[in-house]
């Protein structure tokens, strides 16, 4: 497989390169392993990361390590809709676990699985930050918040339905 960033994309990464003096461009990592994994069907294959790691003119295992202890950063493919359920002790104590089993038993998968038509993958993730408004699930840059099993349903529904989800979870701010 022949990995390269498309036109636009290579663009930014220049721009972003040279937000860097020569010899720290590996500083630039973080922001383009986003737009690799945006890019690239949602993760980073070993391709994907060496391609990153020849544009920074870095050692491939530099980009491994990053890649691997972030846990923002997919090492493996995943559906088109990432629902990444908040687990720490606020979301927990407001019925986190409930909606995680609610997910598995609606989608018939279990937490880190991808359903088989390659639409939904469940995670379970460290806090993003919306304590206040826990239980809540992220899905592309969207957060789903107090949620109940009926918007959880609502949610999967209208996820279900969607034709284009590069547009859709770049552009979606609607309330379920």
Known sequence: MDVKFSDET???????????P??????????LLHLAQAEFNGWLSVPTMDYVASL???????????ASFYTMFNMKPVGKCLLEVCRTGPCMLRGSEDIVAH????????????????????????CLGSCGTAPMLQCGADYYENLTNEKVDTLLEKLATVKDYSTYMRSNRQEI
Not at 10 to 20: D, R, S
Not at 56 to 66: D, H, M, Q, S, T
Not at 107 to 118: P, V
């Open 10 to 20: 290579l663009a930014l990464v220049n721009k972003i390169i040279k937000h860097y």
């Open 103 to 126: 997910i598995e038993n609606r989608l018939g998968i279990k937490e880190g699985e991808t359903t088989a038509d390659g639409l939904f993958t469940l995670m379970t993730t460290e």
């Open 22 to 31: 020569e010899g720290k461009h590996k500083s630039a990592l973080l922001p």
């Open 56 to 66: 920074l003119n870095i050692k491939p295992i530099e980009v491994y390590e990053v």
